[in-house]
């Protein structure tokens, strides 16, 4: 069965400090593996989709990378408005367009 | 302009009524889902729909029940309402085999 966990749950850093969010999957012929940001009361907002192991993707301070079991979505320096909730979401070959989601991280940035 | 809009946001409403929630979409996209997120934060697919598929997923009560007049529309029925169905409940649509454009969510609470 697809499964995807997130790691850590929740994460708090200081404005400026640098750190890793982690997506750890198994899935049956995998189609893409996408990150999303979700703001309290909001919908998931697409960031980026990587399809191939040692593809990376960026975006202002984010940057995805892919390993054939995880993928690191890298925040750098984050700001205060970085503070949002980070989904990971799979989709395999028997899944047609849907996808799998992990649990997410809370990633919360002090001033 | 919305690009996935959803209606309403907030519904409460008593064990055993039946209610619907409504969404639209005006992206041109081929195919619309709703998902479900309950108190742990995980999105479950519930439905995927386009012009020529309905995929339920099999856990997905057959209380609820999705309403297609047409590309742009993918509404959700919900027939004898229980306390278990409280969650925020999203609809999405997406194009190929990009990432999905979520709306912004409807809160129900059964009471």
């Known amino acids: 069965e697809d499964q995807v966990t997130q790691s850590p749950e929740a994460l708090r850093l200081q404005e400026g400090e640098s750190s890793s969010l982690n997506c750890s999957y198994t899935?049956?012929?995998?189609?893409?593996l996408f990150w999303y940001r979700q703001d309290p009361g909001k919908g998931p907002e697409f960031l980026f989709t990587?399809?191939?192991a040692g593809e990376e993707k960026e975006k202002e301070r984010l940057k995805a990378t892919l390993t054939k079991k995880e993928s690191f979505l890298h925040i750098t320096a984050p700001k205060p408005e970085d503070s949002a909730t980070y989904l990971c979401?799979?989709?395999?070959?028997?899944?047609?367009?849907?996808?799998?989601f992990g649990p997410g991280t809370r990633l919360s940035v002090l001033p | 302009d919305t690009a996935v809009s959803q209606t309403p946001k907030y519904l409460v409403t008593q064990m055993g009524n039946d209610k619907s929630i409504k969404c639209e979409q005006n992206?041109?996209?081929?195919?619309m889902y709703w998902y479900k997120q309950d108190s742990k934060k995980f999105l479950k697919i519930m439905f995927s729909?386009?012009?020529?598929?309905?995929?339920i997923n099999e856990t997905v009560p057959n209380r609820f029940s999705p309403k297609s007049p047409d590309k742009a529309h993918l509404n959700l029925h919900i027939n004898s309402l229980e306390l278990g169905d409280s969650a925020v409940y999203f609809c999405?649509?997406?194009?190929?085999?990009?990432?999905?454009?979520f709306g912004s969510g409807t809160r129900l609470t059964v009471v």
């Open positions: 729909y386009n012009n020529k598929e309905l995929i």
């Open positions: 990587l399809y191939s």
């Open positions: 979401a799979v989709r395999g070959a028997n899944y047609g367009q849907n996808f799998v």
């Open positions: 999405a649509s997406s194009h190929g085999q990009e990432g999905y454009t």
């Open positions: 992206l041109g996209h081929d195919t």
């Open positions: 899935v049956s012929g995998l189609r893409g």
